[in-house]
């Protein structure tokens, strides 16, 4: 997948235009251009602590003062699995057990040693469909050929069907690559995995954070009403869209649970548009189900601090 050119904008509009509307593409570019910065008239004084709290390198420097450093890289290698039950009476009986994937904020180009740890977790990890809920790449700018390459060497990984969703750290122009290599990319759009007679609609949105670009009622426009739904969305940010509570669940990322958080897993910053209680971990809205991954990867400096890097693996289970 290195080897293949990421087209220019002229080319993604004749490449996704039909698909998602040219509109829809030339704002995705618009936004993108701001650098992975939020988009005008969407932020608010302190909406994302990253604008203002401690820089990467003074942070790595006084890490490393501390005798802290080769601590926090070590805790971001040290990836868990975590497993869980996704309940509800709407998951038919054909669809009870289904085992998902979730991987989010690999971030994967960081290093080569943090490749080597994820595929070495995800290895020893069986499941039926796989979803990355986005950012894919370290930086927010730069070249994107390391981390298109890493994915591809990732997709024998993640199972028969993995599908994704786009971060803030990832451009609109990478869709035609990551297809190419196997990956179902959802940008406000819905696919079905079905069982028997029996489907589950996954809804991929595309960022509702820094670039403002889920269109929640756009994606579920052809989902029927009676049928189990599974929202993907980069960040929980999407939680103030009242849509949310037509679904039954709803896999996040984005925050990274915090990465540097204080003793307890108390974290300082989330990075994020909504309450904390939709940060990490375990929610609810309405009927939604929601999740929020710690993530795999690490962003702006590669440790972390009382918060484990995690693959989250779901599974559906049918209650009466």
């Not at 991929?204 to 929202?231: H, I, K, Q, S």
């Not at 679904?247 to 904390?276: E, K, M, S, Y």
């Amino acid at each position: 997948m290195s080897s293949h050119k990421i087209p220019d904008a002229a080319e993604l509009e004749e490449l996704l235009g039909p698909r998602l509307g040219v509109a829809a593409v030339r704002r995705r570019l618009q936004a993108e251009a701001g650098g992975g910065k939020p988009v005008a008239g969407h932020s608010t004084p302190f909406a994302y602590a990253e604008e203002w709290f401690l820089g990467p390198g003074l942070l790595r420097t006084v890490l490393r003062l501390g005798g802290l450093y080769a601590r926090g890289r070590a805790n971001a290698l040290a990836i868990r699995v975590h497993r869980r039950e996704l309940e509800s009476r709407r998951v038919p009986a054909a669809l009870d057990g289904l085992r998902v994937l979730q991987l989010s904020d690999p971030h994967i180009d960081v290093s080569d040693e943090f490749e080597v740890a994820l595929t070495e977790q995800l290895a020893r990890v069986e499941c039926d469909l796989s979803v990355i809920t986005g950012d894919l790449r370290f930086e927010t700018r730069g070249s994107a050929a390391p981390a298109l390459a890493a994915m591809g060497r990732l997709r024998p990984f993640l199972g028969p069907r993995a599908l994704l969703v786009l971060g803030n750290h990832d451009s609109l122009a990478w869709v035609p690559l990551l297809e190419d290599a196997g990956y179902e990319v959802l940008v406000n759009e819905a696919t079905s995995i079905e069982v028997g007679a029996a489907r589950l609609w996954v809804i991929g949105l595309d960022d509702a954070g820094y670039f403002d670009a889920a269109d929640l009622a756009g994606a579920m426009r052809n989902v029927p009403a009676d049928e189990l739904r599974l929202l993907l969305s980069h960040s929980p940010e999407i939680v103030n869209d009242p849509g949310v509570e037509e679904c039954d669940f709803v896999l996040c990322g984005h925050t990274h649970g915090g990465q540097i958080n204080l003793p307890g897993g108390w974290p300082l910053v989330t990075n994020a548009r909504c309450a904390r209680r939709y940060c990490a971990g375990s929610w609810r809205r309405g009927r939604a189900q929601g999740y929020t991954s710690r993530g795999a990867g690490t962003s702006l400096l590669a440790v972390r601090f009382n918060c484990p890097p995690e693959i989250t693996l779901h599974q559906l289970r049918t209650t009466r």
